[in-house]
Structures are given as C-alpha cells and as structure tokens.
C-alpha cells in the first residue's frame, strides 16, 4: 500500500543554517505530493505541493522537488530561521487509491538564535 | 483560500461526559472532511472520513459508538466523543477538500480535549 517514511527528529540547527528532511514514499497509482507545517500549539497548513514527477514546489524559502526516479520529495531551506520551528510533515495522496492522505511521522526542527 | 475552522479550541470536561467539536468550511463546500487524532510528538492517525449526507467510514480500530461523527451539510461536520475518559485527551484535527480545491488538504487549528 501507500506510505511516507519521513526522516526523524528531532532536528537543532543554528540559525542560517542550511535545513534538509528527507521524505520517500511508496505508492501505486499517481501521487502528489504535499509538506504541511505545524506551529505549536495549531493544526496543519500546507507549505507546498508538487504533483507530478520533476515538478518544484515552494514557499517562504523551502523548496521540495518531486523524484520519481528515487521515489523523494526532500524538503529544503537554504537559511532557516527561529520562525521556521515547528513540525513539518511529508504527506502524500494517491488519485489511484481514492484520494487518501497519507502522513509522514513528523519531523521537529528547532531553530536556535 | 480555503478556510476550515474548528471549535472549541480547547475544552475540558469530566469523565463520562460528551463533547462535540465542530468543523465549518468557511468559503467552500467540503464534500469530504476528514478527523485525525494526534498524541503528543506523534503523527496524524486518521480516525473517519466523511461524506456529506452519508454515514462516515471508520479506520481500523477506531470506536465508531464512541466518535460520532456527523456531516450534515456540505460546510459542516461534528465530532462527538461519548462518555468520554481520560485515555480520550488529545488533540483533534479536521480537513476537508472539495471537488474545487484539487488534491489539497485543508486542516482546521484543532481542538485540545482533556478529560479530567
């Protein structure tokens, strides 16, 4: 079945550094694919979205390319800052098996000044 | 954009009680809405989806008696938590999508439930 293995945390870096989680996936029909960001405290918001293979999403600084050959969708920020701390999660859905979401573990990064 | 929004933001109530939380599609219709349940530092368990005027499919596991959930209308979907215990304190999220806002998912803020 379908699912998003997500790189796990809890991740520390220093403000300006350069932020990489890893995300692959299996699935079995045509996936998009999706990072959402939690703040503290809040639910979900979407981050961006890529959906359809060697498309780039991005917003605010993060950008995420959509891998088929390696079955990624890696996030990125060249120069993370104390604001970027939250939870960010890998999803995936699947317009071959009805649309379902599936969700990555979660991964914390803290962003120290 | 799409705008879920979730109420209560927090609720505490005694066990044995029940609690509804209410999601509202603000400026679209959520012909499908979607109730996760998250534990502290964990990923998202999806409890039940909803279809607008028809019964709610329930995950694996997933108490239907105990998490009623009702979709109403196309802009509104309840989550009522029966008889609620202690082990019922978590953090409820919902999203929707539509047939207008493509593959995205759009979460409420969520609801913290705890039950003394």
């Known amino acids: 079945g379908d699912s998003v293995t997500q790189m796990e945390g809890p991740v520390t870096l220093s403000e300006e550094a350069f932020l990489t989680i890893n995300c692959t996936y299996t699935?079995?029909?045509?996936?998009?694919l999706f990072w959402y960001v939690q703040y503290p405290g809040e639910g979900l918001q979407l981050l961006l979205k890529?959906?359809?293979?060697?498309d780039k999403g991005s917003n605010k600084g993060f950008e995420a390319t959509y891998r088929k050959e390696t079955t990624s969708f890696h996030l990125e920020k060249g120069s993370v800052q104390v604001s970027d701390s939250a939870v960010y999660f890998c999803a995936l859905t699947d317009r071959g098996t009805g649309n379902q979401f599936y969700f990555g573990t979660g991964t914390s990064l803290t962003v120290i000044p | 954009g799409a705008v879920v929004s979730q109420h209560p933001s927090r609720v505490i109530c005694k066990s044995g009680t029940s609690v509804k939380i209410e999601c509202r599609s603000l400026d679209f219709q959520a012909t499908t809405m979607f109730w996760y349940r998250q534990f502290p530092k964990q990923s998202l368990m999806l409890m039940a989806t909803s279809n607008e005027g028809s019964k709610a499919t329930y995950e694996q596991g997933v108490e239907k008696d105990k998490f009623l959930i009702n979709h109403a209308s196309l802009t509104l979907s309840t989550l009522t938590v029966t008889s609620a215990h202690p082990e019922d304190s978590s953090f409820y999220i919902c999203?929707?999508?539509?047939?207008?806002?493509?593959?995205?998912?759009?979460f409420g803020a969520g609801s913290r439930l705890t039950v003394l």
């Open positions: 699935a079995t029909g045509y996936p998009s």
């Open positions: 999203s929707a999508t539509s047939p207008y806002s493509g593959d995205v998912l759009t």
């Open positions: 890529a959906t359809k293979a060697d």
